[in-house]
């Protein structure tokens, strides 16, 4: 049955077959109403699908009134081709001001599926699953070819899982979960926030394997003289930061850090690895060691620090340039009152021969104007009441007396020498012979 009717100036058609009360087809007119200008399809009390059919392919386009879906199906026999995708959206409109394409998905927790499904199911697909190609050049802020805005704070915003397994065919763009390449001068990957109170890192990088063998992270540039800034920068722009700005926290037996410069030439106040301290009122290096002496090395694995010279240059070079300094050059402090240790304080060892030309220690003042001692020794305690011992070369021993008369006080060995303490104010004394022999000088 084919039913037409005129109410006022709205036009339909309706189509009914077999069933007076089962309208399949509606054509609405008119531009006046609210049910005007389109054609509806189904009854409001029967579920009726709609199928387009093609000589090849049944369902080409099925909308499924029963689950409300719509389906489109190309299903090509072996050696057919086609030149296109099997939809098509495109917005030819140089002016338009919206979108070609959008997607709503309502459902809440009652949700089983994701919003959009992309999947390519064919294990032998070559071709991307997703292609987005952004010819745009004239840019604008936040308006960048993919945008992800997620509201949910109990996931993330953008979730990747690969199989990579490092056997791709290029190297920085195949054997990566995830690869960046830029293809203009800035940047590559940017993490940004700017909130208050953050609770996580910016960025963080876990290899939770136990086996796992390669590194976690790895920064290599090809660049050369030309370049102007340090490869890796850590930069804090708060003056107030009170923290740690790079803690390396090593919980196995290999090296916490590794410096290994490979140039050979070399170039003035460029070296392996430089600090430059700012701060008045605090150290530029700190290093801090339980070292026991039961290393395998005992050159390096028994100091807190070892400095191995692999040239003919010096090994360690201590230098100021400052008017009135106020603190000493070098300090050494033994800071525990050590009763059985046999260990000096300083302990300084050569292997040179006759060929030597110079002598192991040398102190030397340049300035004619210096009227100070070259070296100062206090000794505050006393080897025997009233003497103190202050050097020993090989067996002979060199003392000092608060006064006291060495005869028959001090003992000693042939060849000692005891200042101030002769039998006359001031005077000095040998060691005639072994004992308490001493005879003034």
């Known amino acids: 049955m084919i039913a037409f009717a005129r109410l006022s100036v709205k036009y339909s058609i309706s189509l009914k077959i077999d069933d007076t009360s089962t309208e399949i087809v509606k054509f609405f007119g008119d531009t006046g109403g609210s049910a005007t200008g389109h054609v509806e ?27 409300n879906d719509l389906t489109l199906t190309r299903n090509l026999a072996a050696g057919a081709t086609t030149d296109g995708p099997i939809l098509v959206v495109t917005n030819t409109s140089a002016t338009g001001d919206v979108g070609v394409a959008s997607f709503l998905n309502a459902a809440a927790a009652s949700a089983t599926n994701a ?22 050049t004239a840019g604008a802020t936040t308006e960048s070819a993919v945008r992800i805005d997620s509201e949910d704070t109990n996931a993330a915003a953008l979730y990747i899982t690969s199989a990579v397994d490092a056997s791709g065919t290029t190297q920085e763009i195949d054997d990566y979960a995830l690869t960046v390449v830029t293809e203009g001068v800035g940047g590559g990957i940017m993490a940004y926030r700017n909130v208050s109170a953050a609770t996580e890192a910016l960025m963080t990088l876990e290899d939770d394997h136990v086996d796992s063998t390669s590194p976690v992270l790895v920064i290599t540039s ?71 002496l039961t290393g395998t090395d005992g050159d390096f694995d028994d100091f807190v620090m070892g400095i191995s010279a692999e040239g003919v240059g010096g090994a360690l070079h201590l230098h100021r340039d400052v008017d009135n300094p106020t603190g000493p050059l070098l300090k050494i402090t033994e800071d525990n009152v050590m009763t059985t240790s046999s260990i000096p304080l300083l302990d300084i060892e050569s292997d040179t021969d006759a060929s030597a030309s110079t002598a192991v220690v040398k102190i030397v003042t340049t300035s004619t104007a210096n009227d100070q ?22 067996t002979f021993t060199l003392w000092v007396s608060d006064g006291t008369t060495a005869e028959g006080a001090l003992t000693g060995v042939e060849g000692d020498i005891c200042l101030n303490g002769g039998t006359g104010a001031g005077q000095t004394a040998f060691c005639d012979a072994n004992g308490t022999n001493w005879t003034d000088m």
């Open 373 to 394: 001692a070259l070296m100062l020794l206090t000794q505050a305690g006393v080897t025997s009441t009233n003497f103190a011992k202050m050097i020993t070369f090989n």
């Open 115 to 136: 919003a959009v499904l992309i999947q390519s199911s064919a294990a032998g697909v070559v071709k991307s699953s997703l292609f987005v190609n952004h010819d745009g």
């Open 41 to 67: 399809f189904n009854s409001t009390t029967t579920d009726i699908d709609f199928h387009v059919d093609s000589d090849e392919q049944a369902d080409l386009v099925l909308v499924d009134a029963g689950t």
């Open 222 to 292: 090809d660049q050369d003289a030309s370049a102007d800034d340090a490869q890796v920068q850590l930069i804090s722009t708060a003056a107030t930061l009170d923290t740690t700005l790079l803690s390396v926290v090593n919980a196995g037996v290999g090296r916490a850090a590794f410096f290994d410069q490979n140039i050979t030439s070399g170039t003035t106040l460029v070296p392996a690895v430089e600090i430059d301290s700012q701060a008045t009122n605090g150290a530029a290096l700190i290093v801090r060691a339980p070292t026991t």
